[in-house]
């Protein structure tokens, strides 16, 4: 929790459950990844925050963006962006959206496989486009899955066939899962990466850009390796797979930028014994799996909590929500203690909670309104 945060929250004592957001954090954040990894152009990854405050600075830092929809290219521009500095990529574009965006002057697009293919050479001509390719994502606490990404044989073919389509094949993408704590998840991609450039060149496609997509953890109740390690692993790897000729090098962090920077502050609404002789305390706060702690599912994402009463005698809980769903159980089996003396009313703060959380809000879900959002 930044200095800034702790002062707004004694001194304003915002009704919960809201978020307050040191945007001098992201900042922070953003200086430290380009010092990490300096030969990267930061496309930040919009949908882990579009708060205006937060993309206004971004701009005003001179980043670009990752968009996932027409809307968020509208957010960014509205926020200043310039067209050239935003790349549609989402592999699931709507067709008006496609349009949208090449309308606005948006150029650069993905995609991973044909049909999507042919949307873009149809919709957004002559556009540049890059092909995302399915990369391992183990290592990471919120993996994406087989949802998005290509073989290296496909990519291929596909990406002379985007040139056949009239449009500019540009280059490579992929996303080694969110919240990946294994350095080595990149260097094995940017091997991938670099023999499939080296393919296409044979084939007389020189690509001329390298998307080494988000995935970036940041610090929640473990240790992760810091954001200098995983620059050291990239640029060693860049070295070794393309040498001298470095291609234009991407990354799109979301939660790395804006996920330290956010603190929840909630509210204990009960603390039960339920009856058991054996077994936690059930601690119930004004926030829960609806309310926008979506990646607490199957407890992926465990954050840190605070409450004033740190430092006394702790003991075992269970941590939930405040909506009638058996669902929205936050943790039951990652070990979380809290102080015994806890009781309602008392505030718990949550940290690391800037990205994937305000977005992720359900709209009156039992009557609850989404949380206040504070950028400060
Ligand atoms: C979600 C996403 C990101 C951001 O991922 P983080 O793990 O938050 O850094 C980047 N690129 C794409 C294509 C994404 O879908």
Redesign the pocket.
Known sequence: MTPKISQFLAEKKPQTPCLVMDVDEVERRYRDMQAAIPPARIYY?V??NPARPLLDRLVFLGASF?A?SWDEIDFCLSAGARPENISF??TVKKVSAIKAAYEAGIRLF?FDCIEELEKIARFAPGSRVYC?LLVNNQGAE?P?SRK?GTTPESARKLLLRARDLGLDPYGV?F?V????ISTDAYEVAISRAGALFADLAADGVRLRMLNL????PIHYREDIPGIRQFGQTISRALTAYFGNTLPEILV?????IAGSAGVVSSEVILVSHRGYDEGPRWVYLDIGRFGGLAETEGESIRYELRTARDGAETGPVAIAGPTCDGADILYEKSGYVLPVTLEAGDRIEILGTG??VSTYCSTRFNGFLPLTEYYI
Not at 177 to 180: R, W
Not at 213 to 216: E, K, L, P, Q, W
Not at 252 to 256: D, I, K, V
Request: glycine residues 20%; aromatic residues 18%.
């Open positions: 990854a949908k882990a990752d996932a990529g989402n993905v995302r919120w994406l998005f993408s996303h899962g969110s919240q990946q997509g988000g995935g970036f799109e962090p979301g939660r790395f990205a994937y």
